[in-house]
């Protein structure tokens, strides 16, 4: 056990926050994402929510402020019903990293970017169109 590390964060999941560079990008996704498809590298994170671990990865690893938007999410393709969890995303990224662009990504390119992506955490997330995609900024002392 380490001190000041969320225990939702592995030690498999924090390995691939260390060995992830600038630029590097990391998924997490929901329960219906096809993680193990897609891949590179898998983490299970089953039974956490999107929310929490993204808090907690916030807490580790900056994100990348050489980019518009380094945030992206899964776009559902219907401005009039935006999934309530992009809000809570928003809160903890804001928190975490103060304001930040999103990107919205068209599922089918999202899947493609994921493939690209350095690792996906798969969550047991039950909200829809809750996936996201972080970009990995510079730690400055």
């Known amino acids: 056990m380490l001190k000041n590390i969320s225990p939702v964060i592995s030690p498999e999941l924090l390995k ?19 993680a193990a498809s897609v891949a590179k590298r898998l983490v299970r994170a089953d ?3 999107v929310p929490e671990l993204l808090d907690a990865v ?9 980019v518009e938007a380094p945030v992206a999410l899964m776009d559902n393709g219907d401005e009039k019903n935006r999934p309530e969890i992009w809000d809570k995303y928003e809160n903890i990224v804001k928190a975490r990293e103060g304001e930040r662009q999103f ?7 999202f899947y493609d970017r994921a493939k690209k992506a ?3 955490v798969a969550t047991g997330e039950t909200a829809i169109y809750a996936n996201i995609i972080l970009k990995k900024g510079v730690v400055i002392n």
């Open 118 to 120: 350095y690792a996906v």
């Open 47 to 49: 039974g956490h929510g």
């Open 58 to 66: 916030l807490a580790l690893m900056p994100l990348d402020t050489y």
């Open 103 to 109: 990107e919205l990504v068209e599922r089918f390119a």
């Open 16 to 34: 691939i926050l260390m060995e992830m560079g600038h630029g590097d990008e990391l998924v997490i996704g929901d329960g219906n994402f096809p």
